[in-house]
Each structure stands twice: as structure tokens, then as C-alpha cells.
């Protein structure tokens, strides 16, 4: 299918790994100039040559900046000023006790999970409405509407970005621009498979993922991690023009996880 990505430029913010990486590397694959986002020149020149590897003739661009700041986004502003396409992908997420989490632990989440996306989106989406045309996709989490215990704070700043994407999709009535949320479910990362070996540090990875989805989200259709690919590419799909009667929405690509009729 032509998804009519061609020549559009991409920012994905932290995209030097994870799922942020995937969807870059998705996006090139269909004609995008990708815009690669990390915290440091080593880590996104790494991301760089993966990308290219997938993709030979990708064309990508290196922003190396802390998103998660004012400073950050500012720096991102400065270097393009224009894009066709935002992720507001960084995210972060920490298991932490709800009594023994700190104001100074919800203040960062805040700031990287909620504001980041915030700063991008103020500047991105206004240029947007004046062209007539782009898209805004926030990468949230099934963690928004199916709280983590362990992560009060996480999900509570997933929620917020769920609130945030259709408030901004409001703004976009009878343009061309969309705004969506996508919410994964647990994703096969580098940084959840290390969240899950610290709940199960006697296992071997492939144990541990099986009994982290059989105990600790046992309500997962799917009963895996989903790939990375599997998240990049449905995220691709909404960033096109295929995907132009879809706005305000909040899709899940939870594998069945949250236990409900829409």
C-alpha cells in the first residue's frame, strides 16, 4: 500500500533506541526524512548506522538533544523549524512504591512523558494548521486506561497524554491535520526487558518474559511482547495520508490487554 510518505519530514523524539528507533526506521523505510532524536551525538550516530542498515538510502537527519527539557526543545525548534510529521515518543518509566515516590519522581515524569510533548506540539502543530496539513502522533501506553501499580506515576502521565492528544486533535476541526494517540502494550525493548529481569532476576530472558505476561498482565490476548516493528509500523500507517479519517482517536495496539468493547 502507498501511504503517501515520500518526502515528508519526520521528527521522532527519542528515537536513538527502543521504539522511538523502530518507528524511525519505519518511516524511512517509506519515504520519509526521519529526524533522529537522542540525548547525545555517540547514541544517535549508533541509531544512524542501524537505520541505515535497514534502510540503505534512508534519509535521516542527527538532533542531538535532551527533549525532556525546555532547553531541549527550543534547540529542536531552532534546528527545523517545520515538520510533516511529530511523534512525541520519549517516555520514561521507573517502578517505584506510591508511598515512597517523591514529588521530585512525578515532577520528572511530568516533564519528560507530559511537557516534551507539550513544547514539540505548540510549536509543530501551529505550523501544521497554517499549511493545512501534517500529523501529530503521541505514543502513550495501555498503562493510560489500565493503571500500573507499580507505576502510579507513569500511568498517570500516560493519561495525561491521552487527554492532551484529543484536546489538540479538537483544534485541527475541518483541516487536513490529524492528531492520535497510539497505546502499545508491554514492547520487547531493551529497557523492558530489563524491568522484567529485575522482577525476575532467576530466570533466562525468554522464562521471564512468558511469566511477566502470564502473571503480571495476564488479561494479554496475545500473551508475548510485542515487537518493536509491530508498534513502528502501525504508528507509520497513522502518520500517512492513508490514515486521514482517523483524528481525536486512542488505539491500542495493547495486544488485547485492556478488556474492552472499543
Known sequence: MELGLQGKTALVSGSSGGIG?????????EGAQVIVNGRTAAGIERALARIRKAVPGAVLHALAADLG????????????????????????????????????????????????????????????????????????????????????HYSATKTMQLSLSRNLAELTKGTRVTVNAVLPGPVNTEGVGGFIANVFPELPPEEAHAKFMR???????????????EIADFVTFIASARASAVNGAALKVDGGMIRSVF
Open 69 to 152: 527539557t525546555p532547553q531541549g526543545c527550543d534547540e529542536a525548534i531552532a534546528a527545523f523549524d517545520a515538520v510533516d510529521i511529530l511523534v512525541n515518543n520519549l517516555g520514561i518509566y521507573e517502578p517505584s512504591d506510591f508511598f515512597e515516590t517523591s514529588d521530585a519522581q512525578w515532577d520528572r515524569l511530568v516533564e519528560v512523558n507530559v511537557m516534551s510533548g507539550v513544547r514539540l506540539s505548540r510549536h509543530y502543530l501551529k505550523g501544521m494548521l497554517a499549511r493545512n496539513s501534517g500529523r501529530v502522533v503521541f505514543v502513550a501506553s495501555e498503562s493510560g486506561i489500565n493503571p500500573a501499580p507499580e507505576m502510579a
Open 215 to 229: 502473571e503480571n498482565r495476564p488479561t494479554s490476548l496475545i500473551q508475548r511482547l510485542s515487537d518493536p516493528a
Open 21 to 29: 528507533e523502530a518507528i524511525a526506521t519505519s518511516l524511512a523505510r
